[in-house]
């Protein structure tokens, strides 16, 4: 794969293919621009000068100085990105697409190849199969290379636009996905491990924006889970380019849960207390729907019956990105994202504390009612939330730093 620009051209871009907002009708425009513009915040320094509009595609107008490797990088973190090539944008003209196809090919090693045209542009002279014939013997005479449709070593991809021409040959993959902000809100909790950054990666690929929120037992463990969450709320945050994280005490809501109830019960009593504060910080972004990295069966408080009986304890949906998948699947996308290696340090989970060894894997909701109205649990849940503290980041200048705490709660970082 090439990892160079082009050499000795006059201008250089980058095409950016999509795919799902390709069907998105009347709203492909909305798509389309926030799109742009999460392109030039992900690629800010490296020599990206612009984002074009085209018909069906973008394209990036790169300065002579662009930075291929690390920009090729930003791209691949791109939601909606389903593709892009270094691409040399030429005249509409044969000469000149064959003499750019000579540039681009120029520093490959191949035997065989392949022209593939697409003319957005119907006006033009020739049609798709002629300009493939026309270029495609002039590289073969050039080359002394031999044409195969089937399995060729290089694709050299045209693209005839309004009036110029674009050629390609190196095609990358992106994330695909929708573009981070055109779907709604959603309170993530995130608790240090392996599942739940990997569930906000999937959940932000859909679009969705996200607002962190993670709960830890200080004093009663250390402050290693919080260290961990924002390292990896930081990481993150380049997909999504802002991002709130709040660290919510929980310390004191457990010492009141673990009074009232049976141990085979308490992490899940613990867990819809959770989301019941997650539910109150979702209201003030007016974000409709929770996100967790419950995987089912894989911990005691994961079986269907207790997904249930924790989830009943909110009005909101709770979205589960990752309830149907393979722990080694998982696994694989944490250190795809580079979220893995800080998931695997040691810390102290607020669930395992006071945890039993034999919890409960078929909770009945009345049983778990009655325990939470032993005791003033939405009094212990306002006190713990206005404990909280919130952590904001932002994703500037390929660099994440953090920012100042809102002034004013469910402020909208949007308007930074």
Known sequence: MQTTLPARMA????????????LKGNNRRYFEKKLQRNLMRATATLGMLEVRRLPGRLMGILSPQADWPRLSQALRQVFGVAYFAPTIKTEQNLDAIKNAALELLRPKAFVTFKVETKRAQKAFVLTSPQVNAEVGEYVRAQFAAKVDLTHPEVTLWVEIADDYALL??????????????????????????????????RLMRRGVKLIFVHFHSAPFTNTASQRLVERQVQLLTRFQFLSSLYLVPFAEVQRH??????????????????????????QRYHAPALVTGENVAQVASQTLSNIHVIGAAVALPVIRPLAGEDKQDIISQARQIDTYTISIEPYEDCCSLFAAPNPETHAKLENVRRFEMMFDLEAELSKALQQAVVKRYRFRRQVCEELPAPAIAGHDPEQD
């Open 11 to 22: 201008a250089t871009a980058v095409v950016i293919h999509y795919h799902e907002i390709a």
């Open 168 to 201: 390609y040959c190196d095609r990358m993959p992106g994330p695909g996905g929708l573009p981070v902000g055109t779907s709604e809100r959603a309170v993530c909790l995130i608790s240090g491990g392996i599942d739940s950054p990997v569930a906000a990666y």
């Open 257 to 282: 849960l673990v009074a009232v109830c049976p141990p085979s019960l308490r992490v899940i009593l613990y867990r819809r207390a959770m989301l019941r504060m997650a539910e109150r910080i979702a």
